[in-house]
Structures are given as C-alpha cells and as structure tokens.
C-alpha cells in the first residue's frame, strides 16, 4: 500500500507499501460519519451524533433514506457488472460499509478494478477496510474532491503503464448519495460532464440524489441543518436529474430517474414491492450510459 497525506493520498492492492494517519477533526460534525449514524454504523462521534439526532428529530425516516439509497447501489453495480462492466470509479465512497462496491462487481467480474474516492479523511483513516480485493482484481482508494475532478482524474494512480483505471474500456461512475452536497455554485454539469468527457463511449453513470419532491417539510429542514453546521445539502427533483443527464449528453437507461425504494433486481419475476414509501426514502436513482 502507498499513501502519504493531502491531495496525493492513495492507497492500493498493487502498488506501494507505506501508511501515515491522516489528521481528523473530531470537534465538528462530518457527513460521512453522519452518515454512519444512520446507517447504524459504529464510526461517529458525540458532534456527529448530536447533529445526526436533530436531523432525526426533524426527519425521522433518514435511516430509511440511506439504507434504501444503499439498495439502490448494490442493485446498479450488480446490474452494469452482469452486462459486462469491469470497472468503477465510486466519488464519496463514505465509511466502508459492506457490501462495498468492490464486494458486489467482484462478485460478478472476479477481475474487476475500482478506484475509490473520498474528500473527508476519516473516510482515508478507514480505507483499509476497502482493501480485500479477489487475486484477479484491483482495489485503489485515493483522496479527492469531487469538486475538483481534474485532482481525481489526474492523480498519480492513473499515470504510469499500469494505471488504476483503463480509461480506454467504458467505466461505470458511482456518484451516491454525493451529489446533494455539490451546490448550484459548484456547478454539477461541470463536475459530472468533466468525468464522463474523460471516459470512453458504453461508460455509464450511477446517481442517486435526496429530493424534497415527497416529504418536502421534512427533507427542507433536514437541509436547514446541515447549513446552519457549515455543511452543503442541496435536494434536486425528478426534472432537474433528468435535465443534467440530457445535458450530459447521456441515455437515461430503463426504468430512469426513479426513487431509489421502488428499484428492484432484474432477475426478480417478482412485482416489485417497494422498500419503505417514496416519502421515507425521499432520495432518486439513475442509471445513464454514454453513447
Ligand atoms: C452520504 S455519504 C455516501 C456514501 C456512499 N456513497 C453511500 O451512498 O453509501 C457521502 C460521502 O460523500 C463524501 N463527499 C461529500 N462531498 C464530497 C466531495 N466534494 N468530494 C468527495 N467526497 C465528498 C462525504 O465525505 C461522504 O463520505
């Protein structure tokens, strides 16, 4: 393994052999460990938690939110990884949680490379976790902002003749439960559209999204919190997904921007039972591939 800290960090199951802590500021609630916290998760701390609860108090369903949005990306990574895809960049990665995305498309392609990124270094203080690759694949975690996808496409894992990424295969990207803390002001056509230019036609993207569409009283002051603690959160509609996927350039594939409860397994001859009601999840899932 390899990593030093800052920007550069990485650590990988081929290259290097070195580790040093990142530094970790436990005073101020982070997302990921909140996140933790509702996932049930054992990672957070009392300002964590103490946030994570007044964000109970004022939607009590935001378990239901992340465990539904965790359904949703086991399903689309097991999906694109049975038609073929072998690769993943997954952007806000969070505290490992099993089955991560590597558990699920190496469960599929033995063979598969996944490149994982986090801009919070409690995530890079975990990432060990994240290390269990099969013999034929291969696992890489390095620090970045997703704001920043020049840092994450030009890091030093994908230089050099055996690059963490093939950038000359299709890719999938897996944007969860990320992008609704990129602001109108960061500019989520620039960030996203910088990712898929750099990747070759049969990429796909992986989205999913907190809306206000169905509980909207509840999710606004969810969202009220997080910015009165310094935190971005910004909901995003059916609409305003399907226009940055147009926007993209990109194929809405089958059954499009849905909310991320009612997704079910393609295999399933089942009639889909919905997980939770679309107003617990309140959180909408897409899968586009580029032509
Ligand atoms: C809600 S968690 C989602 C974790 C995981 N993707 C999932 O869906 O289960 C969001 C993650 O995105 C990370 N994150 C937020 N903004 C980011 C940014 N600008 N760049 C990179 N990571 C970011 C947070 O640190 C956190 O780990």
């Known amino acids: 393994m390899t990593t030093d800290n800052g920007e550069t960090a990485w650590l990988s199951t081929v290259a290097g052999t070195s580790w040093t802590p990142p530094e970790i500021d436990f005073t101020k609630p982070q997302t990921a460990r909140m996140y933790d916290y509702y996932l049930g998760g054992k990672d957070h ?15 009590p369903s935001v378990g239901k939110f992340a465990r539904a949005n965790r359904h949703f990306m086991h399903l689309a990574v097991e999906r694109l990884a049975a038609v073929g895809v072998d690769q993943f960049l997954d952007v ?26 986090d801009h919070d270094p409690v995530v890079l203080a975990h990432a060990r976790a994240l290390m269990n690759s099969t013999e034929q694949g291969r696992i890489d975690y390095i620090q970045g902002d997703l704001r920043s996808p020049g840092t994450i496409l030009g890091h030093p894992c994908m230089a050099g003749p055996d690059p963490a990424l093939d950038l000359a295969r299709p890719v999938a990207v897996t944007l969860v439960a990320i992008m609704h803390f990129i602001t109108p002001e960061d500019d989520p056509r620039r960030i996203v559209g910088a990712l898929m ?29 997080y910015h009165q603690q310094g935190l971005p959160a910004q909901a995003r509609d059916e609409r305003e997904l399907s226009e940055l996927v147009d926007a993209l350039g990109l194929e809405l594939l089958p059954p499009g921007v849905l909310p991320v409860n009612r997704w079910t ?21 897409l899968i586009a591939r580029k032509p």
């Open 45 to 59: 701390y009392e300002p964590d938690r103490e946030t994570a609860e007044r964000v109970v108090g004022v939607w």
């Open 92 to 117: 806000g990665t969070g505290i490992p949680t099993s089955p991560n995305v590597h558990e699920i498309a190496q469960a599929v392609r033995p063979g598969a490379r996944i490149l994982y990124t």
């Open 197 to 225: 230019d750099a990747l070759p036609s049969g990429s796909h993207l992986v989205l999913s999204h907190i809306t206000a569409e169905f509980a909207p009283a509840e999710v606004d002051a969810a969202a009220r919190l």
């Open 265 to 285: 397994p393609d295999t399933s001859d089942e009639p889909p039972t919905p997980l939770y009601t679309d107003a617990e999840a309140s959180c909408l899932g």
